[in-house]
């Protein structure tokens, strides 16, 4: 599977927007770019995913590039139950369609 | 009530005990994992099963087993366990048929079981 690359850690302050950068630059046509999210002692959740389309949902937005080679996930108005650390996954079409976990982004929301 | 839930949620246990995890659905989902959490990194896919009578191999599987008894149903296994097994796991669940219909086979994810191997 293609990897993602994310930065380690971000801040915001709440309310305020935030931008999550994810580059793939050996992203194949096919695969999907997701995100997800860890609160705090839960599991992951699915956040939001697109293919070539920017896409908006009630948690996100999701901004492609025009060359797939990287992605920003939009949280239009930070509050503090963001704060998580936020995973870039690239899923493919074919074989077992798992989901690889890197790293991700460590967001703090300052009040 | 939960979707998907884990049991134990902590267990504590020594060095060459035999320990089971447990991870139910009731979603109706046809998939499901196991992952596991070390401290600051991602999760890591240890087994996974399409449905009853498909099980696969993950990234990690040495040192697991798996049964999957029921649609419903996936436990993970550890037969002697080791300090560094020592963990935060992770069950999940997905749909086949939404993956299917284009969708993003979203998986969903119980609570954690958290494991300490001394």
């Known amino acids: 599977d293609a990897k993602t690359t994310q930065p380690n850690s971000m801040e915001s302050n709440e309310e305020e927007p935030v931008h999550l950068p994810c580059n793939h630059s050996?992203?194949?046509?096919?695969?999907?770019i997701h995100w997800y999210r860890q609160l705090p002692s839960q599991g992951p959740e699915y956040v939001i995913h697109?293919?070539?389309s920017n896409v908006n949902n009630r948690m996100a937005s999701l901004a492609i590039a025009e060359d797939r080679k990287s992605s920003t996930l939009i949280l239009h108005r930070a509050t503090l139950r963001d704060a998580a650390v936020y995973y870039c996954?690239?899923?493919?079409?074919?074989?077992?369609?798992?989901?690889?976990f890197g790293t991700g982004t460590r967001l703090t929301v300052i009040p | 009530d939960a979707d998907v839930t884990q049991t134990p949620r902590n267990r504590i246990t020594k060095t060459g005990k035999r320990i089971m995890l447990e991870c139910s659905q009731t979603?109706?989902?046809?998939?499901m994992y196991w992952y596991r959490q070390d401290p600051g990194l991602g999760l890591r896919l240890i087994y996974y099963?399409?449905?009853?009578?498909?099980?696969n191999k993950g990234e990690i599987s040495d040192g697991y087993s798996v049964s999957r008894q029921a649609q419903a149903k996936f436990s993970l296994s550890l037969e002697s366990a080791i300090p560094n097994q020592t963990a935060l796991y992770f069950c999940?669940?997905?749909?086949?048929?939404?993956?299917?219909?284009?969708?993003?086979?979203?998986?969903?994810f119980g609570p954690g079981t958290r494991l300490t191997v001394l």
């Open positions: 099963s399409f449905d009853v009578k498909d099980i």
């Open positions: 050996t992203i194949s046509g096919t695969d999907y």
């Open positions: 979603k109706g989902h046809d998939r």
């Open positions: 999940a669940t997905s749909d086949l048929n939404r993956w299917i219909a284009g969708g993003p086979n979203e998986q969903f």
């Open positions: 996954i690239l899923r493919g079409q074919t074989g077992a369609n798992n989901l690889f």
């Open positions: 697109g293919l070539t």
